[in-house]
């Protein structure tokens, strides 16, 4: 017996095994784990069937931050023809005989700009449902749509100062939609940890997806 406790390492006191640090560490977790409770859970979030976790996506948030950012962008047209045309005294849009308020083109670009937000708006929940990095592509895509609106008033013929100062009102609510949307996108996404073998549920509101 002496023999076995000068040649063990493992042997702390003779005849009883000395335990690894990282085995009596693991050992007080699991001690201290609620019962019923596995201590791995606690570090190792459960996932889906494929080891992946559900991002869920509040379809009613993201829509109702949608509807508001299509009022923002809408609003931000309007003060933009306003400022051009009263301010600055740039006639974009109409003829300066027209007044502040312009003709029956500048309710079309409040219009627009409002659908512009809300077809942002269903990018982004398509993107959310259906691409790994949502947001890089939502940001590219509304950025270079961006950049053709702000770039085809001086593909027109109206003088300089209307092309800029069309170009940077379209720049401006290019910019509102784009920061709004995913501001309300990323506002309305939760993370659902789901254990395995249970099902994904998808209903009107909440819907799921594998990330």
């Known amino acids: ?17 000395s335990q690894h640090p990282g085995v009596a560490a693991r050992d007080r977790t699991d001690a201290n784990a609620p019962v ?23 379809a009613r948030q993201l829509w109702a931050g949608g509807v508001a950012t299509a009022i923002v962008a809408g609003l931000v047209a309007l003060v933009g023809v306003l ?10 849009l109409a003829p300066s005989r027209d007044g502040a308020y312009g003709d029956v083109h500048t309710p079309d670009f409040v219009l627009a700009a409002a659908g512009a937000a809300l077809a942002a708006t269903a990018l982004a929940d398509v993107l959310m449902l259906s691409t790994p990095r949502p947001f890089v592509f939502f940001w590219w895509i509304v950025g270079l749509a961006t950049l053709a609106v702000v770039l085809y008033p001086f593909s027109t ?25 995913s501001g309300a996108a990323g ?13 994904a549920k998808i209903s009107g509101q909440d819907r799921y997806r594998d990330s």
């Open 36 to 58: 019923g409770t596995d201590s791995s859970a606690m570090t190792n979030p459960p996932r889906d069937s494929d080891g992946r976790s559900q991002p869920r996506i509040d």
């Open 157 to 181: 013929a109206a003088p300089l100062s209307e092309k800029a100062a069309t170009a940077v009102v379209d720049l401006v609510i290019g910019i509102a939609i784009g920061s709004l949307v």
């Open 187 to 199: 506002r309305s996404a939760r993370v659902r940890r789901v254990s395995a073998g249970e099902p």
């Open 1 to 17: 017996m002496r023999a076995a406790c000068a040649w063990d390492p493992c042997v702390r006191v003779c005849g009883i095994p």
């Open 83 to 92: 400022v051009c045309r009263w301010l600055f005294g740039v006639p974009i």
